[in-house]
């Protein structure tokens, strides 16, 4: 933990003896990722805790940053989270985990879910644009949204697909987000998916 308040209070310029990391959670992230980058892939992603919370009981879900690293393992990768134990109680340690651990939830596609239910397709009205898509993922389209011209789509689609769960679309988020860039709407993807998908 020395050697991460360090580098905290480095790239954060604080004082070192004033540096916490509590309710810092994002910059915590990012001065580890920035640590383990030498010999890790290791990226910082935001979305939510939906967790316990020690700080606030009555609720069930907070904003958060942690540290996803690449591993060759059946999960793909491991989560690296310098502030957990502030919701978990615990003495500060940085906590890890599988990628799977459902309290973590990247881009706050759960938390999405839970209050507003799942994104359903819009009825297709008004202009469509042409979507450049490949054959394959005009067919999971259909198969997923229900059998329209996935040749063409409207604004209202391409936002809900925009803000669907990258992991849901699987190999289609792709081409998918780049089409929706190509149609100069990268704005209706969250940063932070086509981050991840994108780059």
């Not at 008004?126 to 450049?132: C, E, I, P, Q, R």
């Not at 789509?153 to 769960?165: L, P, Q, V």
Request: hydrophobic fraction near 40%; proline fraction near 7%.
């Amino acid at each position: 933990m020395d050697l991460l308040l360090d580098r905290f209070s480095q790239l954060s310029r604080i004082d070192r003896k004033t540096a916490r990391l509590e309710n810092n959670c994002h910059p915590a992230a990012t001065a580890l990722a920035d640590l383990l980058q030498a010999g890790l892939k290791a990226r910082v992603r935001r979305g939510h805790w939906l967790g316990r919370n020690a700080q606030r009981e009555d609720v069930g879900f907070a904003q958060h940053s942690w540290v996803q690293v690449e591993v060759p393992l059946p999960s793909g990768a491991l989560i690296l989270d310098p502030t957990q134990y502030v919701f978990t109680g615990e003495p500060p340690h940085i906590a890890i985990t599988t990628a799977d651990d459902r309290r973590y939830d990247a881009g706050s596609y759960r938390l999405r879910a839970l209050v507003k239910g799942p994104i359903v397709m819009p009825p297709r009205r008004g202009k469509t644009m042409t979507a450049d898509l490949p054959l394959e993922t005009k067919r999971f389209l259909r198969q997923r949204y229900g059998k329209r011209d996935w040749s063409r789509w409207t604004a209202e689609e391409m936002h809900a697909i925009g803000n669907t769960n990258p992991q849901e679309l699987g190999e289609h988020a792709r081409p998918l987000f780049k089409a929706l860039v190509a149609s100069g709407r990268p704005a209706l993807i969250p940063i932070d998916a086509r981050r991840e998908v994108l780059s």
